[in-house]
């Protein structure tokens, strides 16, 4: 090719893509970023987010509170660590109560992620309530958000506002969804989020998890990874996937 002839094509060729940011076109998450091991920069009072994901958040927290709704975070950014002693608590309280250790494995992943494949560890996803009115024991309970329960107004307005501002419910009450149960309390900031996830998936998670060394580890087979894989990490929100 006459390198006048490619000089003109590559120049059309920018000028097409112009309006991309130069970002969509780079991996900026590390396996650690990933997994929750990583040292990324986070922003928030009294919670992490990504600082794209935080500016979002305020927005629709600024829009709730004109409604009486004031959007409390019971939790953000988690790392592994932190994944690992929920992990730990849970998986104790479960064999101790004579549940075999497949058991409760299972048990734990009805609402909580095997340490290094949480979404919590990626500072887009967000824990929330309405800290306006009377906070219920056990905040992070389904039977709280419909019904008349404490945080039905909350979830009523998230359902109805929170997609405006780029945050999406992660794990639905869609009928036939499987992996991790309904978390009406779950929010996900899709312009973050997706393509984390799409990177996620390139990692091989399988021989990440079956090297590490958790309370329970010797359990994860090849099947039982998959399944996790395709069940508890994709099945969510189609609006959050890549």
């Known amino acids: 090719m006459q390198r006048k002839k490619f000089i003109q094509i590559s120049a059309l060729g920018l000028v097409g893509l112009s309006s991309v940011s130069f970002t969509d ?17 986070f922003v928030g009072e009294g919670y992490k987010l990504r600082k794209n994901a935080n500016k979002a958040f305020l927005k629709m927290k600024s829009a709730a509170s004109k409604e009486g709704i004031k959007i409390r975070v019971v939790s953000s950014y988690r790392d592994y660590a932190h994944q690992n002693r929920i992990w730990e608590r849970k998986y104790e309280r479960y064999t101790a109560k004579g549940l ?12 909580s992620t095997i340490p290094g494949t949480s979404r919590h560890h990626w500072g887009t996803d967000l824990d929330i309530v309405d800290g306006s009115v009377k906070q219920p024991r056990d905040l992070l309970l389904e039977k709280h958000f419909h019904d008349g329960g404490s945080f039905t107004r909350f979830k009523t307005w998230m359902d109805h506002n929170a997609n405006d501002f780029g945050f999406y419910l992660v794990y639905t009450n869609k009928k036939g969804r499987k992996g991790f149960k309904y978390e009406p309390w779950h929010y996900s900031y899709a312009p973050s989020s997706i393509p984390m996830l799409k990177e996620f998936k390139k990692l091989d998670i399988k021989t990440e998890l079956q090297k590490t060394v958790l309370m329970g580890s010797s359990n994860f087979t090849p099947e039982f990874i998959q399944q996790y894989m395709n069940q508890n990490v994709l099945d969510i929100n189609p609006k959050l996937l890549p």
Not at 25 to 41: A, C, E
């Open 25 to 41: 076109f780079q991996s900026k998450f590390t396996k650690n970023d990933l997994m929750g091991k990583g040292n990324p920069s």
């Open 100 to 111: 075999s250790p497949i058991k409760a494995i299972q048990k734990i992943i009805e609402y």
